[in-house]
Nanobody, 122 residues
Framework: VQLQASGGGLVQAGGSLRLSCVGS????????ITWFRQAPGKEREAVSC????????DYVDSVMGRFTISRDSAKNTVYLQMHNLKPEDTAVYYC????????????????WGKGTLVTVSS
């Protein structure tokens, strides 16, 4: 069982990136997926979550209106589209699944992917 996040990079403020979370040996369709991020010297925070049906989506206030989470069942992938990026969005981004619920969760995540670094320059 593996989750793999990708799509990070260096972008100027105001730019866009799309992160992907791909499941290997793990069907994302029957799991909720939460994107987390951790900036240097800061605690990890949950950025966005999509429930297993896609019917429940949450965003942290700081990214509301700029980030969009979505899933592509055919590709077993969950995306995090990020627009109007700000320097404060700079962090390592991780995708994770709780494994014990199909609803959105922020704690007790059982499955984690390796992170992808997003750097936003001012």
């Amino acid at each position: 069982v593996q989750l793999q996040a990708s799509g990070g990079g260096l972008v100027q403020a105001g730019g866009s990136l799309r992160l992907s979370c791909v499941g290997s040996g793990f069907t994302l369709d029957v799991n909720s997926i939460t994107w987390f991020r951790q900036a240097p010297g800061k605690e990890r925070e949950a950025v966005s979550c999509i429930s297993w049906t896609g019917g429940k989506i949450d965003y942290v206030d700081s990214v509301m209106g700029r980030f969009t989470i979505s899933r592509d069942s055919a590709k077993n992938t969950v995306y995090l589209q990020m627009h109007n990026l700000k320097p404060e969005d700079t962090a390592v981004y991780y995708c994770a699944a709780p494994g014990w619920t199909r609803q959105c969760a922020k704690n007790n995540m059982r499955y984690w992917g390796k992170g992808t670094l997003v750097t936003v320059s001012s």
